[in-house]
Structures are given as structure tokens and as C-alpha cells.
């Protein structure tokens, strides 16, 4: 029995005349990694920030673990965006324990995912002293700290080294293996077909495809020729 995590009924966004989304639609089921792609301005991130209730759609409707609301599922939802919400002079172990107390969750867990995206020995180093990756890193633990069943990451290895792309990608992998839902977008093609289990292809607000790595290569010899054949 396949469990729907995510159901998006005929979604469209304007932003004046300018169209964003056209009546999208998809589902995604429960232990799928769904890899949104699409070029600049294509509304990956109109459609992510509708699902994250940040922006209002101008029709269609969406539900997120059966709930039309997104607030009431913020519990069950990780989010990945960018460097997150956190106080610059304090460190990094404080910034996740005060997150983990608004959260409700058990302060045990701030070192265990501290530890497991690599900032263990930088947990006493205050948030502005941390680079680039570093901040992602941290964002990333905030992500995990309720123990997500579904995570949600806009360009989770954009401006990372290789080190830190690897990592995103080990993660997603762990993730997977726990059965845990995740959806992606990524610029990166390559990086994004060794994780991704279903794409969806959008082009200037269109859905162009939607299906599995399977089907994607199936029908296009690649990802990219996916992405740039004219459907
Ligand atoms: P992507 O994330 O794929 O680059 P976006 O969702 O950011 O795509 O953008 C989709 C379309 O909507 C683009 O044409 C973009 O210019 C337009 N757009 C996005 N955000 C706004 C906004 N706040 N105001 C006006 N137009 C916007």
C-alpha cells in the first residue's frame, strides 16, 4: 500500500501578468526522492514556497500529509533552505538547543545531529565565525532535529566544495534508506540523477514531465536532453 505524503491539484501562481506555475499537478508517495528541476525562472521556488505556506496560490489546491495547512504539519516537515533563522553571537550548539526547546524535542538531540552533520567540534564556535558550508551544515541539523518524515531542500548543495556535496548527497541517501520522504531541486543534473528516485521537469511554470528515473531514461537518453528537449 503506497501512502501519499504530497498531492498538488492543478497549482497555478501569478505574479501580475507574469505566470509562475500553470496547473500543476502531482503526487508524491511516501520513500520517494523527488528531484524538481527545471531552468532559471521555470517556478521551482514559487512552487516550493507555496508548499511551505509562504505563499499563497492564485487556484489549485495542495495537500501535505492529508492537511491543507502547512502550519499543521510543520512538525512532520523539514526544510532546507538557506542559512536559516539563527543569533550570530551565540554558538552553534545553543542555536540548535534553543531550537530543539521550541520544537519540543529532547536537548540529547542536539549534540547527536551535531555530530552527525560534522559540526562536533565547532559546537562552541559562535554562528558568525562559520563559512559558508558550515551555516548550511548547522541548517541542515536544525532540519533534522523533530526527526522529519518528509524533508524539503531548495538547492541543498548550491556554493557547497565537494566535500560538503558529497555529504548532501550521503545524507539523502541515509535518508532513503529510512524510508523518509524528500523532495529537491537542484541545478546540478548529474549530482541530482545519483539520488533522485522520480523527477519533475518544469518549464516556464509548465509541468513538462513527471515520473520515475526509469521513465525519464526511458524516454530521453538523459536527464539533461530531458530538460531540453522541446515538449
Ligand atoms: P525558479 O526557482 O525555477 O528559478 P521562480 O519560481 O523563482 O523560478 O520564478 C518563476 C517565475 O516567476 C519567473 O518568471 C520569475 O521571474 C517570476 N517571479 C518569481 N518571484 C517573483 C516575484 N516575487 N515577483 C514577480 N515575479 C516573480
Given amino acids: 500500500m503506497t501512502e501519499r505524503i504530497i498531492s498538488v491539484e492543478h497549482l497555478s501562481k501569478r505574479y501580475g501578468k507574469q505566470l509562475a506555475l500553470n496547473e500543476v499537478s ?3 508517495e511516501k520513500g520517494q526522492v523527488l528531484g524538481v528541476v527545471g531552468p532559471n525562472g521555470s517556478g521551482k ?3 516550493f ?6 505563499r499563497k496560490p492564485n487556484s489549485g489546491s495542495f495537500s501535505i500529509f492529508g492537511q491543507t495547512n502547512p502550519e499543521d504539519v510543520r512538525a ?10 539563527f543569533y550570530a553571537g551565540i554558538s552553534a550548539k545553543k542555536n540548535l538547543t534553543i531550537s530543539a526547546m521550541t520544537k519540543n524535542v529532547p536537548l540529547a538531540k542536539v549534540d547527536e545531529l551535531l555530530e552527525k552533520v560534522g559540526l562536533g567540534e565547532v559546537g562552541s564556535k559562535p554562528f558568525k565565525s562559520f563559512s559558508y558550508g558550515m ?21 541543498p548543495t548550491n556554493g557547497l566544495d565537494p566535500e560538503g556535496v558529497i555529504f548532501i548527497r550521503e545524507l539523502i541517501m541515509e535518508l532513503k534508506r529510512q524510508g523518509k520522504t524528500i523532495v529537491l531541486s537542484s541545478h546540478y543534473l548529474e549530482e541530482i540523477q545519483k539520488v533522485c528516485t522520480h523527477f ?22 538523459s536527464l539533461e536532453s530531458a530538460l531540453t528537449n522541446k515538449l
Wanted: glycine share 10%.
Fill in 76 to 85: 512532520k516537515v523539514g526544510v532546507i533552505l538557506d542559512q536559516g533563522n
Fill in 49 to 54: 514556497s507555496i508548499l511551505l505556506g509562504l
Fill in 26 to 28: 502531482f503526487v508524491v
Fill in 135 to 155: 551555516k548550511k551544515r548547522l541548517e541542515i541539523a536544525d532540519a533534522l532535529l523533530s526527526d522529519p518524515e518528509l524533508v524539503i531542500m531548495d538547492e
Fill in 200 to 221: 519533475l521537469i518544469l518549464k516556464k511554470g509548465e509541468l513538462v514531465f513527471h515520473g520515475s528515473q526509469e521513465a525519464v531514461l526511458g524516454k530521453f537518453d
Fill in 45 to 47: 521556488t514559487t512552487l
